[in-house]
Nanobody, 117 residues
Framework: QVQLVESGGGSVQAGGSLKLSCAASRSIFSFKAMGWYRQAPGKQRELVADISSGGSTNYADFVKGRFTISRDNAKNTVYLQMNSLKPEDTAVYVC???????????WGQGTQVTVSS
């Protein structure tokens, strides 16, 4: 069973920065892609950013230019650097890993990010 453990969430004022980490229990090369989703109260879960095993990145329009996803293969860890945070970025951020096997994916427990105005 794959475990994904997030860290780095917290409370910050608007305009501030946070860096989230997602540590996987096995080599991240074994995943087709890893990414970050978020879910705010009363809203559906939405993709924030993802990165493929080859290093290609994809961002939601609402974070382009502010967030950066990266990976450290040696540490089996994916990061999400979040800059210029806005109150509307407040949500639980959840790490996701997609297997090369179709429809297989794994989720972390999530980490809370709260941005105050």
């Amino acid at each position: 069973q794959v475990q994904l453990v997030e860290s780095g969430g917290g409370s910050v004022q608007a305009g501030g920065s946070l860096k989230l980490s997602c540590a996987a229990s096995r080599s991240i090369f074994s995943f087709k892609a890893m990414g970050w989703y978020r879910q705010a109260p009363g809203k559906q879960r939405e993709l924030v950013a993802d990165i493929s095993s080859g290093g290609s990145t994809n961002y939601a329009d609402f974070v382009k230019g502010r967030f950066t996803i990266s990976r450290d293969n040696a540490k089996n860890t994916v990061y999400l650097q979040m800059n210029s945070l806005k109150p509307e970025d407040t949500a639980v951020y959840v790490c996701n890993a997609k297997s090369f096997i179709a429809f297989n994916e794994y989720w972390g427990q999530g980490t809370q990010v709260t941005v105050s105005s």
